[in-house]
């Protein structure tokens, strides 16, 4: 294995995570009865240049022709879209004669609102289905994978964008060094990238193992991104912490002649020399951080079922799938999972196995405690789950340490 921005072949481990599935490969019912295809999921570092990475041993044709994850199922994430296009118009004074291109765009979550404002713009998503649930919203969507082939075409056919963005997407390119170039492609000399990414400073710091997937090819910290930015010409200029996914970056990024770094990119890369993260040495307690959050949520999963209380999970994402892996959680532990996501409703979990309901199912069975996967979005679904402390339920989240949600039980246990 080389690294895939430096090719270096100086990578050392900091996660093995064992062999678990694709974590979008949900299972129809026919194939509960056929073999299931595992791969490695193995975290390293390059001791070169700080990326962190696994091997590429899926495409992304295999996981985004056709995809289980639309945006707009989270109300959170689709505000925090929103409030993005506010800020970015004002920021950069995008009106009627701008152009905004989005990357990754899904079901125009983002782009709905530049729509709204009626700001041109074009959304680039590989996915067959999730575009089309796009242009049904009014967002126009080219279905293509973001290369520096299909980069030309785009800027041939509707010519450079003032704003290019790429939200939670450039982990999951496994050719890094081409599509940072194709981003540039998109560009004009004078225009702004905007990306956000999962941060590792916080993967590391709080043992979020379960941001590691095999459609997430790396992981970043901003002094890795502005290596891998420098490959297409471009600077990162500004960078804000944000609290989504459990904690990332959104950088702004410009073509290198037009450049000028803010004051906050220094502070953010402080921040992450005094966590160790540039240096190999920083990354070494993150298995054992990953090994103490899977004790801890057995133990707690197996004293549920000693004292023969009910527990179903709440979410179906992508995340959880490795978290259920990794942990070895199956229907003895986990009754069923419940997702606001039709597309899953009737599927099963990969690997482990667990079936998958519409949220109303919680509702009718009552059950003793809810686990709730996609723990990142903790203040929106404890606001949604509120009405399982009238039964005296309990809502649990395992990450980043095991803690119970605050619910006002009007029933006491």
Known sequence: MQCRLCESDRLTSVLDLGATPPCESFLEPAALELPETTYPLHLRLCESCLLLQIPALITPAETFTEYA???????????????????????????????????????????RHAVARGIPCLGIEPSVNVGAAARAV???????????????????????????????????????????????????????????????????????????????FQYYTLHSAQRALAVGGLTVVDVELLDTHGGSLRLWARPDAVARPAERVEQVL???????????????????????????????LL????????????????????????????PDLLEYTVDRNPYKHGRYTPGTRIPIHPPERIDADRPDVVLVLPWNLEPEITAQLRHVGDWGGELIYPLPVLHRGALETKVNR
Do not use: M
């Not at 549920?304 to 199956?330: F, M, Q, S």
């Open 138 to 216: 009014g967002v126009p969507t080219e279905t293509t994978f973001l290369h520096e082939e299909s980069a030309a075409a785009i800027r041939a056919e509707h010519g450079p964008a003032d704003l290019v963005v790429a939200n939670n997407v450039y982990a999951h390119i496994p050719d890094l060094r081409g599509f940072t170039r194709a981003l540039r492609e998109l560009l004009s000399d004078d225009g702004w990238l905007s990306i956000e990414v999962h941060h590792a400073l916080n993967l590391v710091r709080l043992g979020q193992f379960d941001t590691i997937y095999h459609e997430h």
């Open 69 to 111: 994850y639309f945006s707009s199922f989270s109300d959170s994430w689709v505000r925090h879209a929103e409030r993005f296009v506010e800020t970015a118009a004002a920021r950069l004074g995008l009106g009627t004669e701008s152009f905004v291109v989005e990357v990754a765009s899904n079901d125009g979550y983002l782009l």
């Open 303 to 330: 004293r549920c079922r000693e004292d023969g209380k009910r527990v179903v999970g709440y979410g179906a994402p992508g995340k959880g799938n490795t978290l259920l892996n990794y942990c070895g959680i199956r």
């Open 270 to 300: 402080e921040l992450e020399r005094a966590a160790g993260l540039h240096t190999p040495d920083g990354y070494t307690d993150l298995a054992g951080r990953a090994a103490s959050v899977r004790q801890e949520l057995l133990r707690f």
